[in-house]
């Protein structure tokens, strides 16, 4: 008596096209959630990440040197920690090298011209 064939209780399987359209709702659900929720969030940490990303990719590194190092190191017999962590620091740059770059970069670092030893009181000038 029913015209849709389908009995009560069960349920017939998707369509394909049906799973397609219901993984789509699925990414635009979980897509909206993401902005909603991400629209007052403080993204510092991201763009700080996104900054550290981009000087590696920069950064000017002799991967064949670097990979050539570690092949010596493994042939002659040193401990696999040591050989991967001179891996380690011959492409990624040392934290303290680069804290000491930007120490050496900052006007602080510099004596101010009047600060140097044996510096005149230029102040006195004219009196």
Known sequence: MSGSGR????RAPLTPGERRRLRQ???CLVLFGVVFLGR???WAPVAQ?????GELVR???DFQAVFARMGESLSKGEPAVETFRSLWD???PQEE???QEDQEDTPAARPA???EEGGEDRGAEGA
Request: hydrophobic share 30%; net charge neutral.
């Open 7 to 10: 009995k009560k209780g069960k």
């Open 25 to 27: 709702l699925v990414v």
């Open 40 to 42: 007052g969030t403080d």
């Open 49 to 53: 990440l996104s900054q550290t990303v």
């Open 59 to 61: 950064a000017d590194t």
């Open 90 to 92: 011959g492409v990624f």
């Open 97 to 99: 090298q680069k804290e």
């Open 113 to 115: 011209p009047g600060d």
